[in-house]
C-alpha cells in the first residue's frame, strides 16, 4: 500500500514515451521495449561494430545491444543515464545484455570487463561513470571480474559527440593511462562504453590496453549509431 502511495504521488514514468508505468514494467513501457532496436549481433562476429576496427586495431569480438537514431528511444535513454542522473538504466541494459551474452556464450573466456573511464573532473561532475553500471551487471552475468583501476584518463578532452574520425583522435591515446597491470595480464579484456560512433575513443583505448602483455581485447556497447 505504501508503495502504491508514493507511486500515486510520484508516478513512475517511461523513459521513452513518459507514460505512467505499469506495476511489471521497469524504467520503460512494454510497447517502447518492444520498439526498441535491437541488434542481436552477438550471434553475428562480422556485425557492423567489429567492421568498425578492420585495418585500425586487432579486437577478438565486438557487439552493441541496440541501434542510435537520432531523436528516437535510445537517445532519450542515453541521454537520460548521462545527463539526468538515472543510472538504473546503465544497470538495466547491462542486465539484458549480460543475459544475452550469457545464454549465447559469447562471454565465454573472458575474464575481466574495463569501462572506458572518465577523467576526474568529468566524473566529480556528474557523480559517475555512465558505463560502471552497464559493466557491473555484463561481468556479473559472464562471471567475469570488473576492474576499473587499469585503465585511467589522466587528461580531460572536449567531448566526442560531435568531432569527425581524424579529430577525434588527435592524442586521444596520449590522455590515458595504464596502472596495475598485473591484474590483468594474459586475460581476455571486454571494453565496455555507452556509444560506438567513430570508434576513435574505444581505438585509443584498446590500444593502451596492448601495452598490457598478451591481453585479448573485445567490445560491448549499450548502442551503435546508424
Not at 165 to 171: C, D, E, F, P, Y
Amino acid at each position: 500500500m505504501f508503495h502504491d502511495f508514493v507511486n500515486l504521488l510520484y508516478p513512475r514514468l517511461c523513459h521513452i514515451c513518459e507514460a505512467e508505468l505499469l506495476k511489471n514494467e521497469k524504467l520503460i513501457c512494454t510497447s517502447c521495449l518492444h520498439d526498441l532496436p535491437i541488434t542481436s549481433y552477438h550471434h553475428d562476429n562480422e556485425n557492423p561494430v567489429k567492421k568498425v576496427f578492420y585495418g585500425r586495431v586487432k579486437i577478438e569480438k565486438a557487439t552493441a545491444l541496440l541501434h542510435f537514431r537520432k531523436k528516437a528511444g535510445v537517445q532519450r535513454l542515453i541521454h537520460d543515464l548521462k545527463y539526468r542522473g538515472h543510472r538504473e538504466i546503465g544497470s538495466f541494459l547491462g542486465k539484458w545484455l549480460g543475459t544475452e551474452l550469457s545464454n549465447s556464450g559469447w562471454g565465454d573466456n573472458i575474464g575481466v570487463v574495463i569501462p572506458v573511464p572518465l577523467h576526474k573532473t568529468r566524473l566529480r561532475q556528474r557523480g559517475y561513470n555512465q558505463v560502471e553500471d552497464f559493466g557491473k551487471e555484463i561481468a556479473a552475468a559472464i562471471n567475469a571480474e570488473y576492474v576499473d583501476n587499469v585503465l585511467l584518463k589522466i587528461d580531460a578532452t572536449q567531448t566526442q559527440t560531435f568531432k569527425d574520425r581524424l579529430s577525434r583522435w588527435g592524442k586521444l591515446e596520449e590522455t590515458l593511462a595504464v596502472e596495475n597491470s598485473a591484474k590483468i595480464e594474459g586475460k581476455h579484456i571486454l571494453l565496455v562504453d555507452d556509444l560506438v560512433t567513430t570508434g576513435a575513443t574505444l581505438e585509443a583505448c584498446i590500444h593502451k590496453l596492448y601495452e598490457i602483455p598478451d591481453v585479448k581485447i573485445s567490445i560491448a556497447t549499450m548502442a551503435i549509431t546508424d
